[in-house]
């Protein structure tokens, strides 16, 4: 398994990483456009298909985690990545009692399809405290999307 860890500032390098692994590509959501394009690491398909058809809609200093928060169904980067197999984890924080009885936050992940994902209400997402951790590839789906 590749591993790259952006070396940054506080707690944004922990979600600056680009793994991958035989079925997909994971991506830190605290990524830049333009740092992703800059990443060695990255996947030169990938790198294309930003270049060619997300950043049409996007400014390069947006990250993955705000465009994919705020992202719209009939979008081109909706289609885009929705061909690319997309899967968003999100990290919702819950409040946990422990023995004695002192309250304490947790947070529970959970991944969604894209379609899930852009599917909820905003007020919803910002009512639950959903903040977007990683988004993950498919390789295959990579592999079958025509540049």
Do not use: W
Not at 41 to 59: A, H, R
Not at 66 to 84: C, D, I, K, P
């Amino acid at each position: 398994m590749d591993r790259k860890v952006e070396t940054g500032q506080g707690q944004d390098r922990d979600f600056k990483y680009i793994l991958q692994d035989t079925g997909q590509i994971y991506l830190g959501a605290r990524f830049s456009y333009s740092e992703l394009l800059d990443e060695e690491m990255m996947n030169f398909k990938l790198k294309t298909v930003i270049s060619q058809y997300i950043l049409k809609e996007v400014d390069r200093s947006s990250t993955l985690e705000s465009h994919f928060y705020y992202m719209e169904e009939g979008s081109l980067a909706y289609q885009t990545y929705l061909e690319l197999k997309v899967k968003v984890k999100v990290s919702i924080p819950e409040e946990k009692r422990g023995f004695g009885g002192k309250a304490r936050t947790v947070y529970k992940d959970k991944e969604y399809s894209l379609k899930e994902f852009v599917g909820l209400n905003l007020a919803k997402k910002k009512q639950l405290g959903f903040f977007v951790r990683e988004i993950s590839v498919s390789k295959l789906g990579l592999i079958t999307f025509t540049v």
